[in-house]
Structures are given as structure tokens and as C-alpha cells.
């Protein structure tokens, strides 16, 4: 077991605190308010190569891993950039890179991963539905066959970047779940052009993360071709399932990331603040304890973030990923809300203004308690895989 990072590894972090440095707190700030996305950043992390890190060098970058993404996701968030940076990553590098890259075609591959690297191409996935929500296997968006491919027809709700993306991993049934022989079989994956006059995109008013919209989608008789089926036909769940063990392990290091920042800035601050004679409240156990406990939390939710990266990187199995990484997502998230809770609450009031940033990174994190997995359903795959437990819903 060796806990360090590589030289390489090292140089990755080094290189994501320097672009940061030219993004901090206050760039964001100003573009969560204006709704406006990051594009100067973007450009920065594709000039610096991370939106290329994970993609092969055959089609334009560096060919790494999980865990070289996940370090530069956390020091970009930690390093002031909070949610935003990994944010931008998941939604084209997960999505779009990871998925293509593991399951898609030599096509597909060609087409796609050249522009994602060099940060072209953003991308989007449509996997969440109205009425299905957490229940992904009722999926009701359906693609039927047509002599020269497929025409998709259903609603998707809160795809992020759909609005500016190039293209979206939709998840479809090809077999109606009445006539699968299991529940998993016939979801299929497919890779969609965008825009695309068939697809309507309504942005959602939402609480965070307003650099970047998540929205809802009507998808009206999309006709494309076979080409854009990511294969096994029928056979996608396992897939999706391996595209969403990576959202979880990026999702559980923009929680550290985010709770690393805010926890910097409440430690600095409270060396100065006095408000009871000279002793500064930094002192006080009340704040010390709080924040040392969330940080104690953090550092176990890395080492089990970098463990299911690991695995992942040297080809483990679905599940074996996900009995590390479900455990992974619920202790950062925990931690992570508990550090961001305990910097707001050092601050005082301060933490309640926009202008110390805390209540931004606060509205950032509390959305991974619900997405991308709820904590609950973590739970209960804990539960139910990992503890062999009898499930606990239908
Ligand atoms: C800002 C934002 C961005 C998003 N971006 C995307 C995106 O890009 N692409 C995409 O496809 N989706 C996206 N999502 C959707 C997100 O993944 C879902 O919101 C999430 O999976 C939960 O689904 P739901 O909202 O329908 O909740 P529901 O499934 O309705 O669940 C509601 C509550 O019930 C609980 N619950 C449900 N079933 C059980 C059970 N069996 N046991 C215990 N508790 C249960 C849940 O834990 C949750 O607390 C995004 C969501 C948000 C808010």
C-alpha cells in the first residue's frame, strides 16, 4: 500500500492550483450571480490539458486515470474554484469521456474524444426522468427501430449543460419493461448530435451552481442513425452503472474540494476575529472541534475516494468499484456538509453574506446529498450489496 502521489501525479495538482489561482472565489462569485458559464476558465483547463487527462493519447490527450482526474477536480475546488471545476468535468469528461472511452465505438470514439480533449465538444448525459426519478430502470424515454436506425421520443428533467452541450448520452428502453425478461434488460445508450431541432431544452430556475444549467428536455421522434447506439443493444444498464461509479468518486472529491476551500477560509479568519478580549475564535473548541472532526472525515472519504479510483483505473468490476465508492460518496458528502456548516458558523453573520462566498459553497454542497445517487439510496446499496441485507424497497 503507498499513499503518495507520483511525480506526475504531484505536477497534475501543482498544475490545477496554478490555473485556480487565476479563478478564485470571486470570478465565480460573479458568474453563479450572473448565471453566466465559465468559458475563460474552460479554456484554461483545456489549454493546461485536464479536459484532455483521461483521454487516450490516440485521440488527442493524456491517456490517465480516475484518480489524476479526481486530483485535479479537488485542488481546482480547493484551491477557490469550489464546485465549478469539477462540475464542468463531470459533465463532459464523466458523460461524455469516461462513457465513450470504456463503452463506446471505434466511430464514436473518433467522432467525440478529439473534441472533448482540446475542449470543443462540452457534453451533457439525459438520464433523469420526471416521473422514473430515482428508479432508473422505469425509464419511459423510448427508441423504436426504424429500417435505417432509431427515432427516440420522451422527457428528460435536470440534464446539466444541456443548453450548450454538442452532445448527450441518452438513456433509452429499447425493450418496454413489460416485455423485458428482467427489469435490467433493454436500456440502451445512445449518442445524440446537439442541438438538435428535436429536442427541446427549458433551463430550471435552481438554488446553486448557476454557472451552468441543468434543464428540462423534450425529446419529439429524434431520428438518428445506428451509428449512434453505444453497444450492447438492450444491454446499457451495466454500462450507465460503471459511467455512474465515476460520477460518484467526482462527485465525492468536488465535496472535499468544496469543503476544503470553505474551511481554509473560516480557519483564516477565525486567527483574527476576536470578539472576547484578545484570545482570537480559532481557540474556541466549540468551532476547533467541529472542524477538525469534518476534516478527520474528509481524509478518510479521500483515501476511500482514491481506493475505488484505483480499483477502477486497474479494471475491477462494477460492483467491486461500487462497494468502495458508495461508502466514498456518503462519508465526504457527510463530512464535507459538516466542514461547510462549521465555516459558515465561524464566520457569523460574514458566513451569511455573499460576499465571503460560504453560503455559495454551502448551496454547492448540499446538493450532493440528492444527486448524482441520494444519500439514502447509497444506503441501501451499502445495505443490500455490501452487508447482504434484504432490500428495503420493490
Ligand atoms: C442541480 C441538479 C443537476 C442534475 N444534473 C443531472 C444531469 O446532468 N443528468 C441527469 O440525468 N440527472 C441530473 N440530475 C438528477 C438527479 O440525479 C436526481 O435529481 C436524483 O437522482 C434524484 O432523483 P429525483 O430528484 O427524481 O428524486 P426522487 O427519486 O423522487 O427521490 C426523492 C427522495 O426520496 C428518496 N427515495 C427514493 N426512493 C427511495 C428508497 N427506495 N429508499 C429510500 N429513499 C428513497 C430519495 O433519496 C430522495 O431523498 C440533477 C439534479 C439536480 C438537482
Given at each position: 500500500?503507498?499513499?503518495s502521489?507520483?511525480?506526475e501525479?504531484?505536477?497534475?495538482?501543482?498544475?490545477?492550483?496554478?490555473?485556480?489561482?487565476?479563478f478564485?472565489?470571486?470570478?465565480?462569485?460573479?458568474?453563479?450571480?450572473?448565471?453566466?458559464?465559465?468559458?475563460e476558465f474552460?479554456?484554461?483547463?483545456?489549454?493546461?490539458?485536464?479536459t484532455?487527462?483521461?483521454?487516450?493519447?490516440?485521440?488527442?490527450?493524456?491517456?490517465?486515470?480516475m484518480?489524476?482526474?479526481?486530483?485535479?477536480?479537488?485542488?481546482l475546488?480547493?484551491?477557490?474554484?469550489?464546485?465549478?471545476?469539477?462540475?464542468?468535468?463531470?459533465?463532459?469528461?464523466?458523460?461524455?469521456g469516461?462513457?465513450?472511452?470504456?463503452?463506446?465505438?471505434?466511430?464514436?470514439?473518433?467522432?467525440?474524444?478529439?473534441?472533448?480533449?482540446?475542449?470543443?465538444?462540452?457534453?451533457?448525459?439525459?438520464?433523469?426522468?420526471?416521473?422514473?426519478?430515482?428508479?432508473?430502470?422505469?425509464?419511459a424515454?423510448?427508441?423504436?427501430?426504424v429500417?435505417?436506425?432509431?427515432?427516440?421520443?420522451?422527457?428528460?428533467?435536470?440534464?446539466?449543460g444541456?443548453d450548450?452541450?454538442?452532445?448527450?448520452?441518452?438513456?433509452?428502453?429499447t425493450t418496454?419493461?413489460?416485455?423485458?425478461?428482467?427489469?435490467?434488460?433493454?436500456?440502451?445508450l445512445?449518442?445524440?448530435?446537439m442541438?438538435n431541432?428535436?429536442?427541446?431544452?427549458t433551463?430550471?430556475?435552481?438554488?446553486?451552481?448557476?454557472?451552468?444549467?441543468?434543464?428540462?428536455?423534450?425529446?419529439?421522434?429524434?431520428?438518428?442513425?445506428?451509428?449512434?447506439?453505444?453497444?450492447?443493444?438492450?444491454?446499457?444498464?451495466?454500462s450507465?452503472?460503471?459511467?455512474?461509479?465515476?460520477?460518484?468518486?467526482?462527485?465525492?472529491?468536488?465535496?472535499i474540494?468544496t469543503?476544503?476551500?470553505?474551511?481554509?477560509?473560516?480557519?483564516?479568519?477565525?486567527?483574527?476575529?476576536?470578539?472576547?478580549?484578545?484570545?482570537p475564535?480559532?481557540s474556541?473548541?466549540?468551532l476547533?472541534?467541529?472542524?477538525?472532526?469534518?476534516?478527520?472525515?474528509?481524509?478518510?472519504?479521500?483515501?476511500?475516494?482514491?481506493?475505488?479510483?484505483?480499483?477502477?483505473?486497474n479494471?475491477?468490476?462494477?460492483?467491486?468499484?461500487?462497494?468502495?465508492?458508495n461508502?466514498?460518496?456518503?462519508?465526504?458528502?457527510?463530512?464535507?456538509?459538516?466542514?461547510?456548516?462549521?465555516?459558515?458558523?465561524?464566520?457569523?453573520?460574514?458566513?451569511?453574506?455573499?460576499?465571503?462566498?460560504?453560503?455559495r459553497w454551502?448551496r454547492?454542497?448540499?446538493?450532493?446529498?440528492?444527486a448524482?445517487?441520494?444519500?439514502q439510496?447509497a444506503?441501501?446499496y451499502?445495505?443490500?450489496?455490501?452487508l447482504?441485507?434484504?432490500?428495503?424497497?420493490?
Amino acid at each position: 500500500m503507498d499513499f503518495s502521489f507520483t511525480e506526475e501525479q504531484k505536477m497534475i495538482a501543482n498544475s490545477a492550483r496554478e490555473i485556480a489561482k487565476d479563478f478564485p472565489p470571486e470570478y465565480w462569485r460573479e458568474k453563479d450571480l450572473k448565471e453566466e458559464f465559465g468559458g475563460e476558465f474552460y479554456k484554461a483547463i483545456s489549454s493546461a490539458g485536464i479536459t484532455g487527462l483521461i483521454i487516450p493519447e490516440k485521440y488527442g490527450g493524456a491517456g490517465k486515470g480516475m484518480t489524476e482526474l479526481l486530483i485535479a477536480m479537488e485542488e481546482l475546488a480547493a484551491n477557490g474554484c469550489g464546485m465549478a471545476a469539477p462540475w464542468y468535468l463531470i459533465i463532459t469528461e464523466i458523460f461524455g469521456g469516461m462513457s465513450i472511452i470504456r463503452h463506446g465505438t471505434e466511430e464514436q470514439r473518433k467522432k467525440y474524444l478529439p473534441g472533448i480533449a482540446s475542449g470543443d465538444i462540452e457534453f451533457c448525459m439525459g438520464l433523469t426522468e420526471p416521473d422514473a426519478g430515482t428508479n432508473t430502470l422505469n425509464t419511459a424515454t423510448r427508441a423504436k427501430r426504424v429500417d435505417d436506425g432509431w427515432i427516440i421520443t420522451g422527457n428528460k428533467t435536470w440534464i446539466s449543460g444541456a443548453d450548450r452541450a454538442k452532445g448527450m448520452m441518452i438513456i433509452a428502453r429499447t425493450t418496454p419493461l413489460e416485455r423485458a425478461p428482467k427489469k435490467t434488460f433493454g436500456i440502451s445508450l445512445f449518442l445524440v448530435d446537439m442541438p438538435n431541432p428535436a429536442i427541446m431544452i427549458t433551463p430550471i430556475p435552481k438554488h446553486g451552481i448557476n454557472y451552468s444549467h441543468s434543464c428540462d428536455i423534450g425529446i419529439n421522434d429524434l431520428e438518428v442513425g445506428d451509428d449512434a447506439l453505444m453497444p450492447p443493444l438492450d444491454g446499457g444498464w451495466y454500462s450507465l452503472l460503471d459511467t455512474l461509479n465515476t460520477e460518484r468518486m467526482s462527485f465525492a472529491s468536488a465535496a472535499i474540494g468544496t469543503a476544503r476551500v470553505a474551511m481554509n477560509k473560516a480557519i483564516d479568519y477565525s486567527k483574527e476575529r476576536k470578539v472576547f478580549g484578545d484570545t482570537p475564535i480559532g481557540s474556541y473548541q466549540a468551532l476547533q472541534f467541529n472542524l477538525a472532526e469534518a476534516y478527520a472525515g474528509l481524509e478518510a472519504a479521500k483515501v476511500l475516494n482514491f481506493k475505488a479510483s484505483t480499483l477502477y483505473d486497474n479494471g475491477a468490476s462494477v460492483t467491486e468499484v461500487g462497494n468502495v465508492v458508495n461508502p466514498a460518496k456518503i462519508l465526504a458528502v457527510e463530512s464535507g456538509i459538516k466542514a461547510v456548516y462549521w465555516a459558515m458558523q465561524t464566520l457569523g453573520g460574514y458566513g451569511y453574506a455573499r460576499e465571503y462566498d460560504i453560503e455559495r459553497w454551502w448551496r454547492e454542497i448540499n446538493l450532493i446529498r440528492l444527486a448524482p445517487i441520494s444519500q439514502q439510496m447509497a444506503l441501501s446499496y451499502i445495505g443490500e450489496h455490501v452487508l447482504g441485507m434484504p432490500r428495503s424497497y420493490m
